[in-house]
């Protein structure tokens, strides 16, 4: 195009300059001198007649013209030879200033012969261009049979220069003018002004019968072209082409030949009639598609399109159009590279044919990826009301389809699948797209599993319909058939299921294995989901820890009909058996959380079915049945739901989730009646437990008033943890449950209990529940050979448990509490008291332990201490086993006391104490310090008083003996500190001290030391 326009431009100014000069000017500016013209007047104010023999000269000065040609001659002289005729030797015209409005077709008007005509230093406008003219010489005109010219002329801010000669035969019957032409610098924006440069060209020029033509070379150094077609301007250097030009009448013809655009030819013909643009024809070979879309911009709401073109060729087979006409163009591609959408299309190629109204695609093909597309045909409308239509046939890989297909997690790793598909769509609505195909070898990846699929499909607006679909995995066979698109589901499965392919799709917490037999239909339509089939789980083995175990050919069979519409599920029909268990239930589900429905369930032989629920030998025998309707369950329980039924056991089994060990030997009548229900069990055991009654009573669901009564004859807590190393956590009752809600009376009794290594008997356990707090109004049991009296509040409302406790155990035996909690470095015989008043806070042992607060007192009178390794180093230490190895022997009996104990404030699990006490015949200890248990350190100091040592010294001393003491009382002491680990602390010895104040205050605490303290 930028050619085609620099060479239309080059041949006009040649035309335009030719054409006056050799066709028409000359007669006619000779004729005006002559007073030949007419439709205007001459005024000449000087003429000079000189006559030379035959020879007649004559001047004429300022020569004035008016009418259709105008202007001012200043000379104009001829001769003329009288005795030829009117036969002119010589012509000469300067100086001279015409005004030529335009130019027009007539007769040719200069017949007479010229020896020599001569034109200078003039010039001459024509349609408003400007010619300034040097010199124009022709010789010989209508004499003989040929003539010769010459003319040299410039054309101001239009044209550098332009240079002519020729000759030729010019007469009344014939005119044939052949000659050279070259000129330079022509003005492109004075021809239109969306160019710019100056065209430079030489060639050879012909006029005859009425036909003038221009054959030659031109070219520009500089090119510019703009217009609102072009994104932005296009510059070029060094334009050249070949250029052929014809004009007969008012028709205008050039013909643009090797004319290149980088490397590539292109060929141009253009057509002027009456000097106005008639038609455009363009051809060129392949061009690098970059270099058009660059520069030229698109129409018809196809600029996305043209924009995604990255590389590849384009030729321009045909481009047609006229000044009354559409354009056509017939195009070719190859190679073409795209980015639409993130996705790369590669090796294009194709036929487009584009016209005014439509784009038509023939035989395309292309690339993407691994996968190619092909034979492509269609029709590309401009009009936003018409409909696109394609066809062609593609050639997947399967690897390539994510950004064609929603694949919902599915990654393909091999395989493909090719067919032919139809495509229409109108503008702003909505694709209609059919087709066929065949899915050959793919092996697809979901959820981290692998499986293979193939099969035949058919597709189109309202899905994808197989015919029939077959995925298998390992030894899952399942074949599909059906229709599925984004809102409607129609599928027919059947087949068989490896149960272990299940697992990354469905989160199972325990071991499964086998095959499901299955055969069901799902449906979606407009949002209603059903769901219809039957499952035979005869060979699917599976165990649930701690709960139940399934064994391959245990018979396991469901039935299962259910819908879903919005935030409802319908279970229309399930039923399900398990051995000689057997489940049928229909209700609903309302937004995840509400539940309304019948279920009935009876067990026939409940031993042979607790095989399945325990490895262990379990009672024959027994049968259970229920019947119950329910309303509004919510999920998470936040009231009791309306019950109507009832639920029979008789000699039955039951395994409950999270219970280590089953119940067995039960009996249990459930009465559901609304509002209330009673529940009473009569005979149920449980590891070593044993229950003789069970009696619960619930009335108002709103607010439950319950009440809760358990006599058993043996409670085991191993039973019901299973661990004794299992950290028990003490739950909290969430302010929105139905126990926040609920008020009532808790009653225990138990004629045997353990309590991991603690043993007891006759407990007997009352209190109520309010508020989420529990209170504890009577806690008895023997414990240690002892009694035990416990009263306290459980608060379970707050953020973190809360319990206080009022305790008092009496006359408990020190050997069995020292056995029972492990120790092994204490061995002491005596009859033990504790008191506490306690708090604390916290969800687990550890936690109570470390936040505890209040006071304790423990208390122990004439005992033995047969082993404690606390005072075995405290000997050490004191280097005093002389003294005391003839009154304490631990072999032989032990180290007896008369008063062992200490008071406690309790401050954040850490005990205090200011005067512990061991009183014994052979040795008084007394200290004060902290036993932290959260970190089972002592930190404290020990005064010891060895009763020997003091014997001995104030014996020898009389006064002192009469003053301090009396006889058989020791009074000299020393003080220890004792730090580290509560089994096993350092000694560190203080200074010595011997009589003081200090030691009077401890003699004093021996002596006054309250026994209510401890009791």
């Known amino acids: 195009m930028k050619k085609t326009i620099i060479v239309f431009v080059i041949i006009l100014s040649v035309l335009g300059s030719a054409a006056f000069i050799a066709a028409g000017n000359l007669p006619r500016i000779c004729s005006f001198i002559l007073g030949r013209v007419t439709g205007g007047m001459i005024a000449i104010s000087d003429i000079t007649l000189v006559r030379q023999g035959a020879e007649l000269k004559v001047d004429l ?176 250097d060094r334009v050249g082409a070949d250029v052929s030009l014809s004009m007969a009448g008012n028709v ?96 294009i190629k194709g036929q487009l044919s584009i016209d005014q109204s439509k784009v038509d695609i023939s035989n395309l093909s292309g690339i993407y990826k691994m996968s190619r597309f092909y034979e492509v045909n269609g029709v590309v409308p401009y009009a ?25 997690g599915i990654t393909f790793k091999k395989g493909t699948t090719d067919g032919n598909a139809d495509v229409e769509v ?47 995995k390992g030894s899952s066979d399942i074949v599909c058939k059906g229709t599925w698109n984004k809102d409607n589901l129609d599928i027919v499965t059947k087949g068989f299921l490896d149960v272990a392919h299940l697992s990354p799709f469905i989160k199972i917490p325990f071991d499964i294995k086998g095959m499901v037999d299955l055969d069901g239909e799902v449906r979606l339509n407009n949002g209603l989901l059903n769901v219809s089939g039957n499952l035979s789980m005869d060979d699917m083995a599976f165990e649930i820890p701690g709960f139940m175990k399934k064994e391959k050919g245990i018979k396991s069979k469901a039935q299962v009909k259910l819908s879903r519409k919005d935030n409802r599920i319908s279970m229309d029909k399930l039923h399900y058996q398990l051995d000689t268990i057997r489940v049928n239930a229909t209700g609903t ?58 639920v029979k056991i008789n000699n039955g089994f039951l395994r409950l989730p999270g219970l280590p060990k089953p119940l067995t030997r039960m009996n249990l009548i459930a009465d559901f009646k609304g509002n209330s229900f009673d529940v009473q069990m009569n005979g149920l055991v ?27 004859e043996h409670f085991n807590l191993l039973d019901f943890t299973g661990d004794s190393n299992r950290v028990f956590k003490i739950p909290l009752i969430p302010q929105e449950s139905v126990l926040a809600r609920a008020n009532g009376e808790l009653s225990l009794k138990a004629k045997d209990i353990t309590l991991g290594k603690i043993t007891g008997k006759n407990l007997e356990v009352s209190g109520v529940m309010t508020d989420r707090k529990i209170n504890i109004s009577e806690l008895k049991a023997g414990v240690f050979d002892g009694e035990a009296d416990i009263k306290g509040i459980i608060d379970l409302s707050g953020k973190i448990p809360y319990v206080y406790t009022n305790a008092r155990l009496a006359r408990a035996r020190s050997d069995l509490m020292l056995q029972t909690f492990g120790s092994t470095t204490h061995d002491i015989v005596g009859k033990a008291f504790i008191r506490g008043d306690l708090k604390s806070e916290g969800d687990n042992t550890t936690d109570l332990i470390k936040n505890m607060d209040g006071n304790m007192a423990i208390y122990s009178r004439d005992g033995v201490i047969k082993k404690w390794k606390f005072l075995s180093k405290l000997f050490g230490v004191l280097n005093v086993y002389d003294l005391l190895k003839g009154k304490v022997k631990f072999s032989q009996g032990g180290l007896g006391y008369s008063k062992l104990g200490a008071a406690f404030t309790v401050d954040k699990g850490v005990l205090h104490t200011s005067n512990f006490l061991l009183d014994s015949p052979s040795m ?53 500190t004792i730090k580290g680990s509560l089994d096993d602390p350092d000694f560190s010895s203080n200074v010595p001290s011997t009589i003081g104040h200090k030691a009077l205050e401890i003699l004093r605490n021996i002596l006054v030391l309250p026994k209510e303290v401890f009791e």
């Not at 099969?455 to 995925?471: A, E, I, K, R, W």
């Not at 229950?691 to 006599?711: A, M, R, W, Y």
């Not at 200290?927 to 010891?944: M, S, Y």
């Open 61 to 236: 000065k300022d020569i004035q013209l008016k009418g259709n040609i105008q202007g001012i001659i200043r000379t104009c002289s001829f001769t003329i030879n009288l005795r030829k005729g009117l036969y002119f030797k010589h012509i000469m015209l300067s100086d001279f200033d015409i005004l030529i409005p335009s130019l027009e077709k007539g007769d040719r008007f200069f017949t007479h012969p010229v020896e020599l005509l001569e034109i200078k230093r003039g010039a001459v406008t024509v349609s408003g261009q400007k010619i300034i003219i040097n010199d124009i010489k022709a010789a010989n005109v209508n004499i003989g049979d040929s003539f010769t010219f010459e003319a040299h002329a410039q054309g101001g801010d239009f044209i550098g220069t332009i240079d002519i000669r020729g000759q030729g035969i010019y007469s009344k019957w014939l005119t044939d003018i052949k000659g050279d032409i070259s000129f330079t610098s022509v003005n492109l924006t004075k021809i239109y002004k969306i160019l710019k440069g100056a065209v430079n060209g030489k060639g050879t020029i012909s006029f005859k019968k009425g036909k003038f033509i221009f054959e030659g070379k031109v070219e520009a150094a500089k090119f510019e072209l703009n217009d609102t077609f072009l994104r932005r301007p296009l510059m070029l």
């Open 252 to 347: 205008v013809d050039i013909k643009i030949e090797k004319a290149f655009y980088k490397e590539t030819p292109f060929l141009l013909n253009i057509r002027f009639d009456n000097y106005r643009f008639s038609s455009f024809e363009l051809s060129s070979d392949f061009v690098d598609v970059r270099d058009v879309t660059s520069y030229a911009t698109t129409k018809y709401s196809l600029q996305n399109l043209w924009d995604a073109l990255q590389g590849g060729q384009v030729k321009a087979k045909m481009l047609r159009t006229t000044a009354k006409g559409p354009i056509a163009v017939d195009l070719e591609v190859k190679g073409i590279a795209a980015v639409y959408q993130d996705m790369s299309f590669n090796d």
């Open 384 to 408: 936003d009301n018409k409909t696109i239509k394609a066809k062609g046939k593609y050639a997947l890989n399967l690897r390539d389809m994510p950004p064609f297909v929603d694949l919902r």
């Open 426 to 472: 109108k503008r702003d609505s909505l694709l209609n797209v059919r087709g066929s195909g065949k899915l050959n070898d793919g092996e697809a990846l979901w959820k981290n599993t692998a499986f293979s699929a193939q099969g035949s499909y058919t597709f189109s607006n309202d899905g994808v319909v197989f015919n029939p679909l077959v995925v298998r």
């Open 589 to 646: 589900l309302d937004n995840g959380k509400r539940i309304n429905g019948d279920i009935k369930m009876e067990a026939g032989d409940m031993g042979r079915a607790a095989k399945l629920f325990s490895p262990d030998d379990v009672p024959g025998g027994g049968d259970a049945s229920l019947s119950l309707v329910i309303k509004d369950l919510e999920l998470p329980l936040v009231k009791l739901p309306y019950m109507v039924g009832n």
């Open 686 to 712: 449980c590891g070593q437990s044993v229950l003789k009654k069970g009696i619960l009573k619930v009335n108002n669901l709103e607010t439950p008033q319950f009440l809760l009564s358990l006599d058993l």
């Open 924 to 976: 008084v200890l007394t200290g004060k310090g902290d036993l932290d248990f959260n970190k089972n350190e002592i930190n404290g100091t020990i005064q010891v008083a060895p009763i020997v040592a003091l014997d001995r010294t104030i014996e020898k001393v009389p006064v002192i003996r009469n003053i301090l003491k009396k006889r058989g009382q020791g009074f000299l002491y020393l003080t220890y």
